[in-house]
Nanobody, 122 residues
């Protein structure tokens, strides 16, 4: 059974940084692409970033490009999202997801974590 567990969320002020982690178990982590998505209250799930199995291909949403960095450690079965220069509009529940391809489409990921709340105050 695949399990994804996010951690690292919290309440920060605008301009601060946070690093989210997502620990995976249940199947060979290094075979799969990983993605980060977020969902704010009353809004649809939104793509944030994705990374291929080896870590040498990444894609970012325009809204986070230059501020967020996705990375992975296949020896630790973990994917990270480093978030710098946080803005109030980054406030959301952040989810990690696992899939077979690098894609920005949430429905192409087949396993999801439970989410971690990120709140950015102004």
């Amino acid at each position: 059974q695949v399990q994804l567990v996010e951690s690292g969320g919290g309440l920060v002020q605008a301009g601060d940084s946070l690093r989210l982690s997502c620990a995976a178990s249940g199947r060979t982590f290094s075979r799969y692409a990983m993605g980060w998505f977020r969902q704010a209250p009353g809004k649809e799930r939104e793509f944030v970033a994705t990374i291929n199995w080896s870590g040498d291909k990444t894609v970012y949403a325009n809204s986070v490009k230059g501020r967020f960095t996705i990375s992975r450690d296949n020896t630790a079965n973990t994917v990270y999202l480093q978030m710098n220069s946080l803005k109030p509009e980054d406030t959301a529940v952040y989810y990690c997801a696992q899939g077979n391809i690098v894609t920005t489409r949430w429905y192409q990921y087949d396993n999801w974590g439970q989410g971690t709340q990120v709140t950015v105050s102004s």
